[in-house]
């Protein structure tokens, strides 16, 4: 399985995925010299905090296991403006930084380009929403007390040593790791086992990235959508029924029944492209130049040199008279006879509208491949 952004964080991904992926905490030492400076050097962290216009929002402060008051690093905003959009005020933050408190940036996958691109990446490798926070702790402090993520977590040491503890998820007195985490070091510490970190003697900045995963719950969930559209389970319950145990008792028994009767007649390619819609809308699009590329849409000929967009996806759902077809954030619908010329799409990485000549006539692989242009799917090769 080739995923150089997983690789980064746990060295042989298969091995990972076969043996500690959901099971056990796992330390992978440094693989760089650079660490992790491509993604976020401490002085891009330093230059988002004092140069991006950052609200509180965007930022929080921790000291000794408590989140201090929004009040105390930033300035205040309109009357009638939420706590949420008081500016940062960089000076307040570096003070309150002094005074021990560890600084907080969140989201980070949504405007910091490198880390929006390596997220995209490590989201198709293992199939699951991430998000990204960045931690800045002063010399000697502790930012959390130790606790349980209710998610699956990589830690990435950009600056600095931190001490990491992280115990067993049914023995909380059993230490499994207790060492500093080094810069260009990853520790992966999968949901619930408790853990917590502390700087050493110089100021430590590690960013987190954290693994919203997706479960069977999804596909219940759609289950149970899907179920709420059936008159039969609005059927009020038989008078009476609430107040005897036994009435009670046959009605459960009587609805599980029909449940179980509805649940063998489920469209089950339905279900699939419901549950397929729900985890891919989830996933940030990304569709960086798309300005320059409408531009160059109406220019496209069948000779045009197109690529994948990278990080776009391309699911295909072909009906009994139309195409589906899921693009993170989008479903497109096409006639059923452009189904082999999108499956080559989905099947390349590199292309031209002639490619589509075997599926399509010149005209109709033109207006196909303008269309996937503008939907973000493809993107035409720009020299220089």
Not at 18 to 45: I, K, N, V, Y
Not at 89 to 109: C, P
């Amino acid at each position: 399985m080739e995923a150089p952004a997983l690789a980064r964080c746990v060295g042989d991904v298969e091995r990972f995925l076969q043996r500690d992926w959901a099971r056990a905490p796992f330390l992978c030492e440094a693989r760089r010299e650079s660490g992790f400076d491509d993604l976020a050097s401490l002085d891009d962290l330093d230059r988002m905090i004092s140069s991006l216009g950052l609200r509180a929002s965007s930022l929080r402060m921790v000291q000794d296991g408590k989140t201090l008051p929004v009040s105390a690093y930033t300035t205040p905003a309109g009357p009638k403006s939420r706590t949420t959009d008081r500016p940062v005020d960089a000076a307040s933050v570096y003070s309150r930084f002094e005074e021990g408190a560890t600084i907080v940036l969140e989201s980070l996958h949504r405007y910091w380009r490198p880390l929006t691109d390596f997220c995209r990446e490590l989201e198709l490798a293992l199939g699951h929403r991430l998000q990204v926070n960045a931690y800045i702790t002063p010399p000697g402090s502790q930012g959390f007390d130790v606790h349980r993520d209710t998610h699956d977590v990589f830690v990435m040491q950009v600056s600095g040593t931190k001490h990491w503890v992280v115990y067993d998820r049914e023995d909380d007195g059993r230490v499994l790791i207790d060492r500093d985490l080094r810069r260009g070091e990853a520790l992966y510490i999968p949901t619930g086992f408790p853990h917590a970190a502390s700087a050493g003697s110089s100021a430590s900045a590690h960013l987190t990235v954290g693994i919203l995963t997706h479960d069977s719950m999804d596909v219940v969930r759609e289950v149970i959508k899907l179920a709420e559209e059936e008159p039969v389970f609005a059927e009020r319950l038989p008078a009476g029924s609430t107040t005897d145990a036994g009435a009670m008792r046959e009605t459960v028994v009587a609805s599980l029944d029909e449940l179980r009767a509805w649940l063998d007649k489920v469209d089950v390619d339905e279900l699939t492209q419901r549950v397929a819609r729900k985890v891919m809308s989830s996933a940030q699009p990304v569709v960086r130049g798309q300005l320059r590329q409408l531009e160059l849409v109406e220019g496209i000929n069948a000779s045009t040199e197109l690529v994948r967009r990278p990080g776009a996806v391309c699911v295909l759902f072909p009906g009994d008279t139309s195409l589906k077809i899921l693009l993170v954030d989008r479903e497109l619908q096409m006639p059923l006879a452009a189904e082999g010329a999108i499956q080559e799409v989905a099947g390349r990485d590199r292309l031209q509208a002639s490619d589509l000549h075997p599926f399509l006539e010149p005209d109709g692989a033109l207006v196909l491949v303008r269309r996937l242009v503008r939907e973000g799917l493809l993107e035409v090769v720009v020299e220089g």
